[in-house]
């Protein structure tokens, strides 16, 4: 890859002019530059000493697609990983291995979603539905001085199409596989008097396509489908150098929780077993889950001109969960005659949980950027953070209540931030800023008064409750970069930069599990790059290197055979790899995207250990003398080697100015680990994913087409659950359907 770089640069820099001479002169990828936010400005992503991925357009459209939810994401772009065993509900994001497999209501993630320039900083939060998007930018390595603390992974970045002075919209519905329905709408325009405004809305769902064959118990009949209806409304105002743009923004979900499935892997093997079928589960346990979440942000600046424009952004989140889900995945259990652990839909023993979860987030940002002086731009601003979370655990035996604790946390940040950019030659800019933040957490854990007893027992709650927590944190982050023109066209960059994760506890205390803390976490990570653009910008090609050290890794060892739950921090993990995008329309029919990553990642700690699972896999790491699993030297958990994805769009234009085209879309990641240690069963295979869509675009704005979505209907486990049996969670199958988009 670093050769086919430097030859593609080399061409472009002795002859920028070569591609301009042909007919495709002017027809660059997507309508021209790929302008991204990285900065907080509004910047060509060849000048920017970020590795950043941009998805808009068609190409957005067709992804996100036959009802998917954010995990669509998952291996579009090089490094990015995305998963969960909550469904639509608690999306686990990872970008260059740096992830957090824990799915507890307070579990800190490397990664940050950042959704109209709010932060979601409950995992929960930011499973709030993908529509009517200018562009979803993905920045990769820490982000720490321009977003904040938990950012040492990177950032998705989602923006919403905005209010604008002309009136349009559009109007697209999708119909497929198991009654799927993915229908979704927008409009805006002016209102007069400086205001303006967009209404967007969207709906999905899909029927109930798994069917559970268990004869006694508390479990649908049918499961995995799902209604999920989010709105959003935007009211802009603009008056001279003054903005404002207010977005109110709601949610509400009515599905079933993941479908967790018992004795799924050969003992041995990470295949399925030869009864396993997609279509059918035997759960005798309690399934339900809905989401109502509801959020508003107000959005300032004025422009002082001359100087620089002045940004405020106030945001406030809530959302109320609840999801209650079979976890052993089985309705037959190992102390039952003819039951034996290993088989399909057998457990060693019943295990149905689960919760209401309460977030409240409410953010404050206050920012000044300067205009160009003379080569000279700085930002500078303070953020202020503050979560209230509240969440009960109930546990379930016989479909009863029989445990129930309950869970008040706050969670607190103070930000303050600067950085400068400086032009000092025409082809050199420098750049750097730093962040201090400041964290501060409590958790309370208590036990719900009518179950106290019951739950002590019954849960091996082996602590006093009421039982507080505290941790504090602070740090600096800072980011350092350089970037040389070498053309018009490319440019080389170079960039050092720290990332902070806060400190974090841990409040489970069911089967013996102690509350724990972890101290903040650091990474440190230098990278280097090439972006280019063909003077016709019919060719954008970036390339980069990376490597990364990230000091007391955070760590959530969940499961095992004890069903427990700790949080520890090892002495360190390194990770290395290289990235790379490629997008080009080679004719004007034509455009073609390639990118893919190669990522090595380690754990460095001799003396951590972990304990392995109960339900009968095969652990390949050394035990200690506890019957710990060593993990020094394994892989990260949920760290794919490798990640390509490609897209090829081919149209045929029509005298009449309409058009027909295909669409196709490929991803693909290779094997990862579910948990810290490794096993043969819990190595989860390789994954390939392509869409295909065909249809007919009409010049008045129509457009009909046909669709598949995993086109090859390659079903994959994409996690597991190590306690109790071989319990694995699969992707989801082939979606063929229908779609019909008006643009106006």
Sequence with gaps: MLSCGAALAGLLVISPA???????????????????????????????????TTLSGDTLNTLNSSGLDIRFLSARTPSLQIESSFGRTFPRFYIRGLGNTDFDPNAAQPVSVVYDDVALENPMLKSFPVFDLASVEVLRGPQGTLFGRNTPAGVIKLNSAKPSSTFGGYAQAEYGTYNTVNAEAAVGGPLGGGFSFRASGLLQRRDNWVTNDATSGFADHKLEGYRDLAGRLQLGYASGDFNALLNVHGRDLDGTPRVFRAGIF???????????????VSLDGLTSQSLTQWGTNLHLDYHFEGVGTLYSVTAYERAKVESTGDVDGGSCYAFIPGCTLGQINVGAFPSNTGGVTKPREFSQEVRFATEDMNGLRLQAGAYYFHQKLYYSEYFYDSGQINGFILHDDTNQTLGLFASVDYKLTDKLTLRGGARYSHDKKRDTIALNPAYAAETVASQSV???LPLTNRAKGNNVSWDASATYAISDQVNLYARAATGYLGPAIQDRVTFFSQPSVAKKQTTFSGEGGIKLVSADRSVHFDLDAYWYRT???????????NNSARLLNADHAIGYGIETTLEVRPVPQLALTVGGSWNFTEIRDPNI??????????????????GLAIINGNDLPQAPRYVANATA??????????????FTDWAYRSKINYFLYTAKEFRGRALLEGGLKIGYQMHNGLELAVFARNILNQIRAVSAIDFNNLTGMINDPRIIGVSARFKF
């Design 649 to 662: 769009r081919y149209s045929i234009p029509l005298g009449n100015g309409d058009e027909i085209f295909a």
């Design 462 to 464: 082996a602590v006093a």
């Design 18 to 52: 070569m591609a301009a001479d042909g007919p495709e002169a002017s027809a660059p990828v997507d309508g021209g530059e790929i302008i991204v936010t990285a900065t907080r400005r509004s910047e060509n992503a060849k000048d920017v000493p970020v590795a950043v």
């Design 551 to 561: 000091k007391d890794l955070q760590l959530t060892a969940v499961g095992g055979a």
């Design 266 to 280: 050969e003992k041995g093997s990470n295949h399925f077993v030869p009864e396993f079928d997609k279509d059918h």
């Design 609 to 626: 250990a972990v304990g392995p699972c109960g339900g009968g896999c095969t652990v390949t790491d050394p035990l200690n003398a506890a």
